[in-house]
């Protein structure tokens, strides 16, 4: 890990533009998500995410900084970086790193609007963020802009369900975005990954480990092709934090 003091929560390095975007602010839904039962559930695919890194990560909607232990332990000599843009969120994540002496570049900004330059990165990581994106095309086609060519994506993301699984969630999921800050339970995530022409996939996963209604779980890696490359480049200055 590199030794870059870690970012404030109100760190601002780049000016996004937030004018047409719903803000994203939920003290309630940060409080509660501090309180689910975490290693247990989610530690094995947490180490999944995080295994063998190295070079320059990205983390999208790190939340309270969950992974940012796993990711100190998955590898050495990396230079790691983060986005979270609920602040009572990022706040969490702010005290999170203190505690765990994680050096983290975290930053206030969405998937949408990545704010690095192309090629930045060498592995890109969201997990349990897409279901609440508000711009899923954008935001994906962000992280394959902001990944190297042969970068890797990985994933963990929970994706709508088969039968009257998935008739639920489209019922229950007006009700429970209100009530998990705009979680969608019903997006069909892991097609528009693997269908996506910037990636190819490595290894898609769906688990047995999954609690109704947000189910079935998937997880996975994702490796940015060689030679697509990628529109929306809002930052051609080489990376250089
Ligand atoms: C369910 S939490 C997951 C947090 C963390 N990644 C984890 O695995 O515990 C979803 C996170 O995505 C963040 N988020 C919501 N919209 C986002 C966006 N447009 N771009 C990036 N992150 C976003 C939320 O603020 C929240 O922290």
């Not at 309630?28 to 689910?36: H, I, Q």
């Not at 990205?58 to 986005?83: K, M, P, W």
Request: proline share 6%.
């Amino acid at each position: 890990m590199n030794d870059s003091p870690v970012a404030s929560p109100d760190r601002h390095e780049y000016e996004c533009d937030h004018e047409h975007e719903h803000e994203i602010a939920h003290p309630v839904f940060a409080t509660l998500y501090d309180l689910l039962p975490e290693s247990t559930l989610m530690g094995p695919h947490r180490e999944y995410l995080t295994a063998g890194l190295s070079g320059r990560i990205l983390e999208i909607g790190c939340g309270n900084g969950e992974l940012f232990s796993f990711v100190a332990a998955g590898g050495d000599d990396l230079e790691y970086h983060a986005i979270e843009p609920d602040p009572h969120m990022r706040r969490r994540a702010v005290r999170n790193a203190r505690e765990e002496a994680v050096a983290v570049d975290l930053r206030d900004a969405r998937a949408e609007s990545l704010p690095y330059p192309d090629d930045a990165f060498d592995v890109v990581i969201s997990s349990l963020v897409f279901c609440t994106v508000q711009e899923v095309e954008t935001a994906l086609s962000e992280v394959a802009r902001v990944l190297k060519p042969g970068g890797e994506f990985r994933f963990l993301e929970h994706v709508r369900a088969d039968g009257w699984r998935g008739a639920g969630q489209d019922a229950l999921t007006p009700l429970w975005e209100r009530v998990a800050a705009g979680c969608q339970l019903n997006r069909n995530t892991i097609d528009r990954f693997v269908g996506h022409e910037a990636f190819e996939a490595v290894d898609v996963e769906r688990l047995e480990f999954s609690l109704f209604p947000v189910t079935p779980i998937v997880r996975g890696r994702l490796q940015r092709r060689r030679t697509e490359r990628v529109g929306l480049s809002a930052f051609g200055a080489p990376f250089d934090p």
